[in-house]
Each structure stands twice: as C-alpha cells, then as structure tokens.
C-alpha cells in the first residue's frame, strides 16, 4: 500500500475530526481545523495510504523557538506500524528546519514509550493546569 506524508498538506475538517474522535473517543465534532491550522500552528504532518487519512499530528509553536506536538493520532487500522513515530520524525524535521530549538509534548504514561523510546524525547519537568 502506498503511503503519502506531507507538511502542511491539505486536510478536509471531516476527516480530522473524525480520526480525532476515533483516536480519543468521542463523538465527532465539527470544529474548524483548517482555519485553526492556518491561524495558529508552524504545521501540521498528515499521512494517507489508499483509503484516506491514516495519520495526522500539529505543531503549534510560539512564533520564536518553542515548537509543541499537539494531536498525535493514528487511525486504529494503521497502528504500530511505524506510522505515529514518522510522524514525530517529520514534525521533528520540519520544527527544525523552521529554526525552533525545542520541541515539546505532553502525554499520558502509557505512552512514555512511544514517546521516549521510539520518537526520542527525554524526561524533564513540566507543568499542567487545568483551566476548565
Ligand atoms: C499514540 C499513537 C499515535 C501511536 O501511533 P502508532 O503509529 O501506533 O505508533 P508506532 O507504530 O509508531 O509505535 C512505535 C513504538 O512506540 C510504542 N508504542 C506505540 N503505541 C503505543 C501504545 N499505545 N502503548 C505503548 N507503547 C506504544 C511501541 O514501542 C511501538 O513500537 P512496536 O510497535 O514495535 O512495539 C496511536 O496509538 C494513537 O493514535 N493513539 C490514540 C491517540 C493518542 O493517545 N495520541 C497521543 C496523544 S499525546
């Protein structure tokens, strides 16, 4: 099966709120990615293969230095198959190339090993506050 991966690649509303659904189990939404997207993240990485999108993470970033993964999400019939960790490498890449020094992420930890172990994140200190 053929696979595309593309950075700030065009992407239908439908389709990430549904992968987003699927992957943190929820009803669909209909909210606006793409003018989100637009408005506020340095990009955003989608992968496809034949049947649509399989995978999509975005990097929201500070306008300076600081890069942040948001929504990492694989489609549940294309998991652990690498597709996530791509993702991550091409956000890593691409956060790079547009002259940010830190790329930062936030995750539950059951997922301290896809996210240290095959994406290459370190541990460090952070903090969290919920607003609502
Ligand atoms: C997390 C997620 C993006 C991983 O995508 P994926 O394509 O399946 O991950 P990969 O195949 O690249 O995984 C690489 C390695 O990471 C680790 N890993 C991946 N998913 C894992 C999980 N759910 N639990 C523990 N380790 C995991 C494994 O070591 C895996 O290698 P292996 O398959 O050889 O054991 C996917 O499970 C997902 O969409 N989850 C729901 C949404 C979510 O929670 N996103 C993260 C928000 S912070």
């Known amino acids: 099966m053929t696979m595309t991966w593309e950075w700030r690649g065009t992407v239908r509303n439908e389709e990430i709120n549904e992968l987003h659904a699927e992957g943190f189990d929820h009803v669909p939404a209909a909210d606006d990615w793409t003018e989100r997207l637009s408005r506020l993240s340095l990009g955003w990485v989608t992968a496809r293969d034949d049947e649509g999108l399989v995978g999509f ?3 929201i970033w500070d306008g300076h230095v600081h890069a942040f993964i948001e929504d990492t999400l694989v489609a549940h019939r294309a998991r652990r198959q ?3 960790k791509r993702l991550v490498a091409v956000a890593e890449e691409q ?3 547009a ?7 936030d995750f539950d930890d059951h997922l301290k090993s896809f ?3 095959a994406c290459g994140f370190r541990p460090t200190s952070a903090g969290l506050m919920q607003l609502r």
């Open 57 to 59: 993470v975005n990097v």
């Open 82 to 84: 690498g597709i996530g």
């Open 95 to 97: 956060s790079r190339a």
């Open 99 to 105: 002259g940010c020094e830190w790329l930062h992420v």
């Open 115 to 117: 996210y240290f172990d």
